[in-house]
């Protein structure tokens, strides 16, 4: 690959790879990058000559037989040569010195090819069907960085609910080509969620999360594959009572008469009630425990505490939920003496990084031993309960949101509160 100038303007020029001799006639390619600058003609040239590898390789790998690949190869050309790609009607009322230059660059011994790529690339072609399931499937290749840092657990997790998403709208309208979903399919699934709500007593929440996830699944395809496409799943939230979801917090006298019992979890499997344990008097998400490794659990510092932070070492990776999760809560009481028979246990292991096995299996357990004190309480619900505590205690709004990991609205000063302050200030709701 390189580039040489000829008249003052800089010339891409490469000899083709024998390999490509099947579906590129010429011995030489030659390009005009259209720059009189050395170091732009650098950059153009790389940028070229991978549009042109591609190119070839799509003919390789097909031989135009597949019509996405004859279309992914018509964007290539046209890329490799410098032209935005135009549809066939955009092409006909394009100005006639733009259309001249696009044809110009067609090699002689395309024009015969009906069917070719280089002149499908500068003249526009019909976009190839492309169905919604396929769609999802690209959309994943495409953002990669979206999962950066995820373990299994967590990228599962973020699969899932948009490919229920994809499923459930496949299911109510049809795998149907991208370019032909309408704004009347997304009614369609619209209606189909408020028939569930008004007849199974479904939660409008769950019908939102499906429009959410669409939405950006179709708009952040359409961006990165250059689809001028309008979105049909916009503005198609469903009303919510905003205290629908709520999970209420465990009152005090429930933790201490109830969950806390001796035998109260009967025969349950010790690590699983050890985390549950843990959770009663740090406020932890389920999840940042379960991802906890056995050095995070700091039970011989002169403040005990466990450390939440994301990692990766030794082929695991942990992802925290926002940038404020990252922390350190004190363990005091039950939950200390839960941390230090964990790690005599070697630290969490059946359920690492793991955490949605661990609240199916505690909540199965909550209900066999009657441990819910309403229908609606989970094993979430203790980290209401001791973010209600801190409240009720008086506790500073900022400490709290330390404690909690949750966002903080105005401008940090300082490192915040000390672990030692932290401590004193969980002791006044603490359970022993």
Not at 1 to 24: D, Q
Not at 201 to 229: I, M, R, Y
Request: contains cysteine.
């Amino acid at each position: 690959m390189g580039y040489t100038l000829s008249r003052g303007v800089y010339y891409f020029v490469r000899r083709v790879p024998k390999r490509y001799a099947a579906v590129e006639p010429r011995s030489r390619v030659q390009i005009s990058l259209k720059t009189k600058s050395p170091d732009v003609a650098e950059k153009k040239s790389l940028m070229v000559e991978e549009r042109l590898m591609a190119y070839w390789e799509a003919l390789l790998a097909n031989k135009e037989e597949s019509a996405q690949a004859h279309y992914d190869a018509a964007l290539d050309f046209a890329s490799a040569h410098g032209f935005a790609y135009l549809s066939l009607e955009d092409v006909v009322v394009s100005p006639l010195d733009d259309l001249l230059s696009r044809v110009d660059v067609i090699p002689d011994s395309e024009f015969p090819k009906k069917s070719s790529a280089a002149m499908a690339g500068v003249l526009g072609t019909e976009k190839p069907a492309k169905k919604l399931s396929k769609m999802y499937e690209e959309y994943l290749e495409l953002t990669p960085d979206l999962r950066v840092g995820m373990s299994d657990d967590q990228i599962r997790k973020w699969k899932n609910p948009k490919l229920k998403a994809v499923n459930n709208f496949i299911a109510v309208v049809g795998d149907k080509d991208v370019h032909e979903i309408t704004r009347e399919d997304g009614l369609k699934l619209r209606q189909w969620w408020v028939d569930r709500v008004l007849d199974e007593g479904t939660k409008p929440g769950t019908a939102n999360k499906d429009f959410t996830h669409l939405s950006k699944v179709f708009s952040t395809w359409c961006d990165l594959k250059q689809e001028s496409l309008e979105n049909p799943f916009l503005r198609l939230r469903l009303k919510e009572d905003s205290t629908q979801d709520e999970r209420p917090p465990f009152s005090r006298n429930w933790i201490e008469t109830k969950l806390l019992a001796p035998d109260a979890f009967g025969d349950t499997n010790e690590e699983a009630v050890l985390i549950f344990r843990i959770l009663i008097n740090t406020g932890l998400r389920p999840s940042e425990v379960a991802g906890a490794k056995l050095e995070h659990f700091k039970t011989t510092h002169s403040v005990p505490h466990i450390s939440i932070e994301e990692y990766r070492a030794e082929g695991s990776m942990r992802k925290l939920k926002t940038k404020w999760s990252a922390r350190e809560v004190p363990l005091v009481g039950v939950s200390l003496d839960a941390a230090k028979r964990l790690v005599a246990l070697g630290g969490v292991k059946k359920y690492y990084l793991k955490s949605d096995r661990w609240s199916a299996i505690i909540n199965k357990e909550l209900d066999e031993h009657k441990l819910r004190e309403s229908k609606q309480h989970t094993a979430y619900s203790l980290r209401h309960s001791f973010e209600d505590s801190l409240l009720e205690a008086g506790v500073d709004h900022r400490l709290r949101v330390e404690l909690m990991g949750h966002a903080y609205d105005r401008p940090k000063y300082g490192e915040g509160g000390s672990l030692q302050l932290k401590r004193e200030q969980i002791e006044k709701i603490a359970f022993y």
